[in-house]
Antibody, heavy 117, light 106 residues
């Protein structure tokens, strides 16, 4: 069974940083693109970032490019998202998602990030 | 960036009816379109990818198609468990979700 377990969500002040992690199990992590998607309370889905296999190409939505950095450790089956210069608009549930390429076929339960003073 | 316009924002239909949700992209995205269902309090679930390919395990009453006016998700013979919010996603260039369509089953 595919499992994706996020952690690291917390309350952080504006301008602060946070690092999210996602531990994967039940599949060959190294063979899949991985994505981050977020959802603000009561709002829609926003794709944030993806990283290809073998630590390859990564890209980002414009609103987080330069502030967020995605990385992966295939040996530990772990996906990470380093988030810097956080603002209130970054408040959301952050989902770790397995991709079959761009088709997002398995989602974690999410971790809540709250940016507030 | 490619923008996705999804309509309607909400719809209400009775059990057994057929409903359609439409997504239009701001530019040609070929067939790089997926659809997701999100039930209240749950994570999204992939329904369809490459515009019309049904994800394994998804009931056959869900279908996706492309037309001149955009992309359509059709739910045939609507069931009570189909209540939720549906999102389209383009993935020609990076990725963008539509705004979502909330479906209420009467």
């Amino acid at each position: 069974e595919v499992q994706l377990v996020e952690s690291g969500g917390d309350l952080v002040h504006p301008g602060g940083s946070l690092r999210l992690s996602c531990v994967a199990s039940g599949f060959d992590f190294s063979r899949h693109w991985m994505h981050w998607v977020r959802q603000a309370p009561g709002k829609g889905l926003v794709w944030l970032s993806r990283i290809e296999t073998a630590g390859g190409k990564a890209d980002y939505v414009d609103s987080v490019r330069g502030r967020f950095t995605v990385s992966r450790d295939d040996a530990k089956a772990t996906l990470s998202l380093q988030m810097d210069s956080l603002t209130a608009e970054d408040t959301a549930i952050y989902y770790c998602v397995r991709g079959r390429g761009w088709a997002l076929d398995n989602w974690g339960q999410g971790t809540l990030v709250t940016v507030s003073s | 960036d490619i923008q996705m316009t999804q309509s309607p924002s909400t719809l209400s239909a009775s059990v057994g009816e057929t409903v359609t949700i439409t997504c239009r992209a701001s530019q040609d995205i070929s067939n790089w379109m997926a659809w997701y269902q999100q039930k209240p309090g749950k994570v999204p679930k992939l329904l369809i990818y490459k515009a019309s390919t049904l994800e394994s395990g998804v009931p056959a009453r869900f279908s996706g198609s492309e037309s001149g006016t955009g992309f359509t998700l059709t739910i045939h013979s609507l069931q009570p468990e189909d209540s939720g919010t549906y999102y389209c996603q383009q993935y020609l260039r990076s990725s963008t979700f539509g705004q979502g369509t909330r479906v209420e089953v009467k």
